[in-house]
């Protein structure tokens, strides 16, 4: 019975989990799983360009909390304050 209530106290902190998003362009790197490489010329342009980038993608700024999942296939394309693309990479 001990050893229940333990497991069951363990798993309920496993849920749900949302780390802070990396502020440079290197954490995530990899390989190029999603095609990323084909996307580099959008860094420095505004977030309309990343309307191109087929999905599964995901826009999100350097401030903002995101999931910590990570799907090969998926483009992130990160933005910064100014919505500006800094980075765009698989994950």
Same mark, same amino acid.
């Given at each position: 019975? *001990?050893?229940?209530?333990?497991?069951?106290?363990? %798993?309920? &902190? /496993?849920?749900?989990?949302?780390?802070?998003?990396?502020?440079?362009?290197?954490? &995530? =790197? &990899?390989? !190029?799983? /999603?095609?990323?490489?084909?996307?580099? !010329? %959008?860094?420095? $342009? &505004?977030? @309309?360009? @990343?309307? #191109?980038?087929?999905?599964? *993608? +995901?826009?999100? $700024?350097?401030?903002? =909390?995101?999931?910590? !999942?990570? #799907?090969?296939? +998926? %483009?992130?394309?990160? %933005?910064?304050?100014?919505?500006?693309?800094?980075?765009? +990479? /698989?994950?």
């Amino acid at each position: 019975m *001990k050893y229940s209530v333990m497991m069951l106290a363990l %798993l309920a &902190g /496993c849920g749900g989990a949302v780390v802070q998003a990396p502020a440079g362009g290197t954490a &995530g =790197a &990899g390989p !190029d799983t /999603c095609g990323a490489s084909g996307f580099q !010329d %959008l860094v420095g $342009r &505004g977030a @309309a360009a @990343a309307l #191109v980038v087929p999905e599964p *993608k +995901r826009l999100y $700024r350097t401030d903002e =909390a995101i999931t910590q !999942d990570f #799907v090969p296939g +998926r %483009l992130n394309v990160v %933005l910064d304050e100014t919505d500006t693309i800094i980075a765009v +990479r /698989c994950g």
